[in-house]
Every structure is written in C-alpha cells, then in structure tokens.
C-alpha cells in the first residue's frame, strides 16, 4: 500500500489501516483549535550530540496545538545549553537525575495536558508532516486508542538500515512475536491519553522493553491500535544505543515482557537459541584463548590491537547496583 490521496479507513480482512491523504495543501485540517493536542516528551541524558535535531523535528512540525516536553536527567555535557536555546517553545522541561529512561518518560507523561500522547528519544527524529497525519487519522477514527506508522532505522550518516512497516492488525499474537517480524519503530507510535490511563505508566523496572510492554498492556485493555500507511519517523542506529550496545539485553528483555503477558511460545525460542549459542562459544573461546600459539602471538598482537573490553565495562548503568 502507498501514500495517496485522502481515502476512507480500510476495513479488510479485520485490518485497520488508514491511508494518509498527501501533504500537498490541496485539503486544509480544521482550525487550530479543533486540532488534538499533541503531548511529546523527550527524554535524555548526556545525547547532547543529537539532541539538537531531535528538537527541531519536533518543533519543525509547525504543529498549532503541540505541548513539548523535556525531561533530562542531569546531563553533564553541553544538553543543557541546547534546551536553553528553545525553552521558549517548550511547555515544560528540567534537569535533575532520575532513575533511567522509563522514569523520565513516566515524569513528562505525568504532566502532559494532550488527548494524543508519544515520546521521541533523543537521538530519534519526527519526519515532515508527521503529527499532522496523526491528527487526521485521530480525528476520522475516534474509536482506535493508538496510532502506528512506518519507521526507518538509520546510521549517523543518514544512510537507511532498515524500514519497519507495522503489521495491518496489531493484537497480543502480533506483539507476542515482536522478536519475529512483530514489531515496529516506537517513535512512530501515538496513543490516546485514555489509552495512556487505562494501561500506564510504564513499569520503570524493564529497561529496554518498557515499550513492548506498555503496547501489551494496551491491547489488553482493549485499545485498539490503527496502522498508518505513512512514513513519521526515524530511530537513530550509533553505537550507544541501548538496542546497539546492548542487543542481547534487549532480546532478552523482551522476551520476559512477553512471556510475562503470556506469550511464552513465542518468546522461549529466542532466550533457548541465545544459551546455545552461549554453550557453543564459550567452550570454543576456552580453546583459542588456551592454544600455545595464540598465546605464543598474544604479545606482538597487543602491539597492533586495542585492548579487550573489560566485562566490567561492558555493564549498562541501569544495572550497576
């Protein structure tokens, strides 16, 4: 399906997607004030490299009923002096230390006056036109809780990695195989308020998959989630990215949430595949490691490479207690 002129919601085969008119102005939305109020919360710390664009394709929407929100958790790099730069355009914003990103988002969600509710990560980007589909499909649509559209993952040249469409149906079977085609980018993803507090906030013990979590919480409350043939959104893909650096913590931790709510056939294939490859590799290293001629080598090869990474060092902060 493509992005075309203004069409009705499509009802097929129990799908629900809406088809996006074209943002050529030929069809004005209603007046500012008829428009739903968009709440948007970012949250961040110490990601003053990418906070700044993350900030324009917010304000960039030229959207006349936003509420913006940042919430930043005592950053230490130059994060600050760039919410300065635009805290006239924010309705809210601090800099204290929170718990993680679950915590923060749960505070700016807290204070969002909105009937449609989303947060954008700080190295995450809203793409032109964006709320201004929201808000069509929102207001042609009154019964769906959520809003999902097309999400792209791209490196920090901007170069694409990957383009995830969300599935025409979205329901408990769809997310409990998140890890098998299920998912979808979660900066692409709106909510009603009500949908917010039927199933909110987010569990700020799940560090990664809080997402997931919170969109099986609200299917299970009956939200009904509409898919949107549109492109809104792309997530960032740099090295310290939670689902870069920490890949296997983040497969891990959504299959908990899933097998949590139910899911566990879908999930358990996934934690069983990463202990066999676990009881494959660390017998092999044992014998690479221990071979007299690595170890013969080990001292001219310190040479020419970086050290390893210490285990240690390798722990998110979220779990260094």
Partial sequence: MRIGPRS??????????????????????????????????????????????TIQSVLDQNYPNLEYIIIDGGSTDESVEIIKR?????????????????????????????????????????????????????LAHPDA??????????????????REEASPTI????????????????????????AWRAAGPLDECVHIAFDVDLW????????????????????LSHPNAKTTAFINLMRVDCAIVVMRHGGERAARKHLENMAMRL??????????????????????????MKPATHRCDTIPRWLQR
């Fill in 8 to 53: 009705p919601l499509l009802r097929e085969a129990g799908h629900n997607v809406w088809t996006a008119r074209a943002s050529n102005g030929s069809s004005p939305l209603p007046s500012p004030r008829a428009l739903p109020r968009i709440s948007v919360v970012t949250p961040s710390f110490n990601q003053g490299c990418y906070l700044e664009r």
């Fill in 86 to 138: 635009y805290e006239s355009h924010l309705a809210y914003w601090v800099s204290e230390p929170d718990t993680g990103q679950s915590n923060a988002i749960n505070k700016g969600l807290t204070r969002a006056t909105g009937t449609i509710l989303a947060w954008l990560n700080s190295d995450d980007y809203y793409l032109p036109g964006a709320f201004e589909t929201i808000a069509e499909a929102s």
């Fill in 216 to 235: 099986l919480r609200m299917v299970k409350t009956g939200c009904l989630f509409l898919t949107i043939d549109r492109l809104l959104s792309q997530a």
């Fill in 145 to 162: 809780g959520a809003f999902v559209g097309t999400g792209e993952a791209v490196d920090t040249s901007g170069k694409v990695l990957s």
């Fill in 279 to 304: 009881s494959w590799s660390e017998p092999n290293l044992n014998k690479i490691l221990n071979n007299p001629v690595v170890k013969l080598l080990k001292p001219w090869a310190a040479l020419f």
């Fill in 171 to 194: 329901g408990l079977e769809t997310l409990y195989n998140w890890l098998d085609g299920g998912n979808f980018i979660q900066p692409s993803c709106f909510f009603r308020s009500a």
